[in-house]
C-alpha cells in the first residue's frame, strides 16, 4: 500500500509547479521507478489536465514523450515567466489587509517576493 495520493491537477487554479513536486515525492517515498513517473502522472493528473496536456502535444499523444518533457511544456503553458518588474509592482502595492494576522501577511510577501528578482 503506497504512502499518500496523488490528487488530481486543478488547472483554473493549481500551481503546476507545486503539483509537480508533490508528485515526485509521492515517487520518492513510495519507490516508484523512474519508467513509470509518466504513466502515473498521466493517469492521476485528471481529464481537464489531460486533455490540455494532449492538446499541448499534438500530433504526439503524451505518453510518447518523457516525463521531464510533459512537466515542462505544462509550465511553459500555465505558469510562464513571470515579468520581475509586475511582480515587484504587485509585491509594493501589497498592504497588510484588516484582520490579517502579521504572520499571515508576512507569507503572503514572502510567496510575493518570489519573483521580484531577474534570473539569468
Known sequence: MGIGKITEFNVRSGNWNSYVER????????????????PTLIAAMGDEAYELLSNLTSPVKPSEKTFS???????DHLQPKPS?????????QRRQQAGESITLYISELKRLARYCYKYK
Open 23 to 38: 508528485v515526485e515525492m509521492y515517487f520518492k517515498v513510495n519507490s516508484i521507478k523512474e519508467e513509470l513517473w509518466l
Open 69 to 75: 518533457t510533459v512537466t515542462k511544456v505544462m509550465k
Open 84 to 92: 520581475f518588474m509586475a511582480e515587484r509592482y504587485r509585491f509594493r
